[in-house]
């Protein structure tokens, strides 16, 4: 079994958060197009949530880290550490253009929903297994023009995953928040079926 050097896996860390602090202000200045920053964001917070899921013992705080090596990254920290989605799906207030609004956004929308209310009844309750299931969610709401920019499902949705995705990758939901969170995603679902009526 391979053991990765302490040092290699610091240096893994301090690069992502400068390549996530770079893209971040590219995005901001419109250097990259949303559909190239949203793909690159995600698969820096995937490496993220990874490695620092794997060196938390050594690492408790990504914070006094930055702050050890002296990293000027507040952009990076928010997207890696606070919120866990890329700006374009955090934000978004429109559709994407040929993102597949209409039927068939709604329709992922349906079935994000349904699966992560079965993951639920079905004890699935890892963050590692609900975060993925909600980002998708969150990513589908998003894509559908007929919704309200402010709609209530998609902030319990992204409330909800940004609540876990603080925590650890084996972190367990309790039985309250399971049932909690559950009602939340029943009533959601409801209320998103009467709204695209």
Known sequence: MLVADPATLLEHLFA?????????????RDDVTAADYEGACEKL???FKVL???MRDAVPSVETFMQQYHMQCPMAWNRL???GLPATIEHRKRPVEGGGGGARAVAETVQHFITAMDSLKLNLVAVDQICPILS???SSMSKIASLPPEFAPKAKAKNWYSRLYQQPASYELSEDEVRQLLFDLESSYNEFISTIK
């Open 136 to 138: 998708d969610l969150i």
């Open 52 to 54: 620092w899921g794997s």
């Open 81 to 83: 550490v606070k919120v």
């Open 16 to 28: 992502i958060i400068k390549a996530t602090e770079k893209l971040e202000r590219a995005y901001v």
């Open 45 to 47: 917070i995937a490496q």
